[in-house]
């Protein structure tokens, strides 16, 4: 008797994540912006698919058809982190290899930091040490006037060829900005702005790769913008510490989550519209096109499927592994992406272990093909 109801809870605790898993998959599908709560399952799509694997292998060690249940969705998200599309022929062997890398790297440079003098130093060192050819950068601050911070950045990397641009977040005399350094030619650049609202703004950077023209895209899609207090309601729920959990703050606890949910409902709204300006822009360019930035969003999410989708995702193509990006919440968190189209192709792609913003830098390595 005990052994048949343990059979049909575990079966039911199954079917529950096997329709949270449905849900985050067929989320790419809904406009966040009008459902926010179902967009929010996106958000749980590497718990629920583990889960649902683990499940695969639970029914199989009982001998159980039932494995094929879970079994049939987990295939079929799967493909999601491969792209077969890629061909890598017609390379030819004296083709140089190029390496990109996007970062959001937290304020670099911005004054009021404890110890910004040293991080500043630290991060330029680090991106110094990755050999690049390009790097698109999100976030970072001007330093005090006349944009310092690029001037530096531009010495130490030792690229001759910049396109910055001041957003309009400001603190005083500090502004903040984004980047694009290029070891290549800029023959072409300009700012880009959606209609919605927000501040953010897509750099379009055209370089010149020997007698390629190659459009570079650096962008930082809308953020969540969370106070302090709402990070650290996130950080604590997801810390499962019994005492978040208590029955005297259940009302409390309502309140900061309806907070959370409003305040990313008004990001979406932004978001959505910023990411169908970066697919036109996509769309139009006339060059090969590599997209780098901070989407934000997960690889299961609408923002992600409308831009991605005439795009090669450089982690599919070449990467391995979740490669969480985003360093705060929980693990598995994608939001940073280098993806591209075109006469090039992706040989390699990682996330270096790198903790000095709340996201990690991904880079990517490049050839032209022929």
């Given at each position: ?181 290029s070891k290549f030619p800029i023959v ?116 992600y499927r409308n831009v991605s989708r ?61």
């Amino acid at each position: 008797m005990f052994r048949k109801l343990a059979k049909y809870i575990i079966i039911i605790i199954n079917i529950a994540f096997l329709a949270a898993l449905i849900a985050s998959g067929l989320a790419c599908f809904v406009n966040p912006a009008r459902h926010t709560l179902i967009a929010l399952f996106c958000l749980g799509f590497p718990i629920f698919f583990i889960i649902n694997i683990i499940f695969v292998f639970f029914w199989l060690l009982c001998r159980k058809k039932f494995f094929l249940i879970p079994l049939a969705p987990v295939l079929i998200f799967a493909l999601r982190f491969i792209d077969f599309s890629a061909e890598n022929e017609n390379i030819s062997p004296n083709t140089e290899s190029f390496r990109v890398m996007t970062y959001n790297a937290h304020g670099i440079g911005y004054p009021y930091w404890p110890k910004h003098n040293e991080k500043f130093s630290e991060i330029a060192d680090f991106i110094h040490s990755q050999n690049l050819d390009i790097v698109c950068i999100q976030e970072f601050s001007n330093g005090d006037h006349d944009f310092p911070t690029v001037k530096r950045l531009t010495q130490e990397f030792n690229f001759s060829h910049t396109h910055f641009f001041k957003t309009n977040w400001t603190r005083g005399d500090v502004k903040g900005g984004m980047a694009t350094f290029s070891k290549f030619p800029i023959v072409h650049h300009e700012n880009v702005k959606s209609a919605t609202d927000g501040d953010n703004i897509i750099l379009i950077t055209d370089v010149l790769i020997k007698t390629d023209t190659v459009r570079l895209i650096n962008c930082h899609l809308q953020s969540n913008k969370f106070s302090i207090g709402e990070y650290k309601f996130i950080e604590d729920m997801n810390s499962f510490d019994t005492k978040v959990y208590k029955n005297t703050k259940i009302e409390s606890n309502l309140k900061s989550l309806l907070e959370v949910a409003e305040r990313m409902r008004k990001a979406y709204n932004w978001r959505v519209g910023q990411a169908e300006t970066l697919a036109q822009l996509i769309g139009n360019s006339p060059y090969t096109t590599i997209v780098c930035g901070d989407f934000n969003d997960t690889p299961s999410s609408y923002i992600y499927r409308n831009v991605s989708r005439h795009m090669h995702d450089s982690h599919r193509v070449a990467g391995s592994g979740w490669q969480n990006t985003y360093r705060r919440f929980w693990p598995g968190i994608r939001i940073d992406y280098i993806l591209y189209n075109g006469n090039i192709t992706c040989t390699s792609s990682k996330v270096p272990a790198y903790d000095a913003s709340d996201h990690r830098p991904v880079v990517g390595e490049y050839i032209l093909k022929r």
